[in-house]
């Protein structure tokens, strides 16, 4: 059978029904608050890089130093720690903590100079601060790096201050063009 206590402890997390034969209790009649809906991807800032190119950085890294090469060991390393480093900087734009995003934008483009997404969030953090000019010149900086998330920035409300601007489609033209064909 169930016991008492068992039962008064799931009536407290989550309120069963009550038996026919009894009146219903006040309280299971007003409906548990339902949690707020998850946002949307777009709602976060930026554009963090995929989960399976850090993983695959980090055992890149393993291998070469088991291998001892510890040169290319180092270089994996510092590419998969660029990586994290750019999604914290996302969640400190998501939070309102520009600074801080951008200290640690600039963290990660000392660990990895050509990792394009650290020039795109650094745009989207140009944009958040109101320096447009700033913000297209690192736009370019990450397609002339490589940028192929074309389809996210598509998608990307943090650029709607921009989609305008007549600079930012030519270089989304441009680019977009030319990034197919690598």
Do not use: C, H, W
Not at 52 to 81: H, I, P
Not at 155 to 181: C, H, M, P, Q, W
Request: no cysteine; aromatic share 4%.
């Amino acid at each position: 059978g169930v016991s008492t206590t068992s039962a008064s402890a799931e009536i407290v997390l989550a309120p069963a029904p009550a038996p026919a034969s009894a009146p219903a209790p006040a309280s299971v009649e007003v409906p548990a608050p339902t949690p707020a809906p998850e946002l949307p991807q777009a709602a976060q800032p930026g554009i963090a890089p995929p989960e399976v190119e850090t993983k695959a950085l980090r055992q890149e890294s393993e291998k070469n130093l088991t291998t001892g090469d510890v040169a290319s060991a180092e270089q994996a390393s510092n590419k998969a720690a660029a990586n994290e480093i750019i999604k914290l900087a996302i969640a400190k734009m998501a939070q309102g903590k520009l600074a801080e995003a951008e200290s640690e934008l600039m963290a990660a483009r000392e660990r990895d100079p050509k990792q394009s997404l650290v020039s795109y969030n650094m745009a989207v953090l140009r944009l958040k601060q109101g320096r447009k000019d700033e913000a297209l010149q690192e736009l370019e900086v990450s397609f002339r790096g490589g940028f192929s998330y074309f389809d996210q920035m598509d998608k990307d409300t943090d650029l709607d201050g921009i989609r305008e601007d007549t600079r930012f489609n030519e270089l989304v033209a441009l680019y977009r063009n030319t990034s197919s064909i690598k």
